[in-house]
Nanobody
C-alpha cells in the first residue's frame, strides 16, 4: 500500500522559511515524478511545484517562483519543498503527490497518489 506522509508544516511569520518533507513508502520512489500542491480555505487545490524522477528538471507555479525550491532524495524516498520569503497568501494545506507520468506534471488529475497534507500558516 502506498503512503505519502508530509511533515514540516507550522506557523511562521511573513518573510520566514519552512521546509516541508514528504516520505514515500509502498512504491518504487525513483520511478515517480513528484509534486506539491496546496489548498487554501475556500479555494481549489493549486499546483505549487514538480520535479521529474531524476530530480534534474523542475517546474513551479507562478506565485512561488524564485521563493520555493523542490528537491528529492531517492535514497531516502523523500521529496522536499523549501519555502522562503513566505507571505500570508502562502497559507494553505500543502499536499505532496506522486505520478507515473513522464515529464513535469502540473495537472492535479494526473497524479496517482496523494498524502494527507500538512498545514502551513503564515502570519502577517
Amino acid at each position: 500500500q502506498v503512503h505519502l506522509v508530509e511533515s514540516g508544516g507550522g506557523l511562521v511569520q511573513a518573510g520566514g522559511s519552512l521546509r516541508l518533507s514528504c516520505a514515500a513508502s509502498g512504491l518504487t520512489f525513483r520511478n515517480y515524478g513528484m509534486g506539491w500542491f496546496r489548498q487554501a480555505p475556500g479555494k481549489e487545490r493549486e499546483f505549487v511545484a514538480t520535479l521529474i524522477r531524476s530530480g534534474l528538471g523542475t517546474n513551479y507555479g507562478e506565485s512561488v517562483k524564485g521563493r520555493f525550491t523542490i528537491s528529492r532524495d531517492n535514497a531516502k524516498n523523500t521529496v522536499y519543498l523549501q519555502m522562503n520569503s513566505l507571505k500570508s497568501e502562502d497559507t494553505a494545506i500543502y499536499y505532496c503527490a506522486a505520478t507515473l507520468r513522464f515529464g513535469l506534471v502540473t495537472v492535479l488529475d494526473e497524479y496517482d497518489y496523494w498524502g494527507q497534507g500538512t498545514q502551513v500558516t503564515v502570519s502577517s
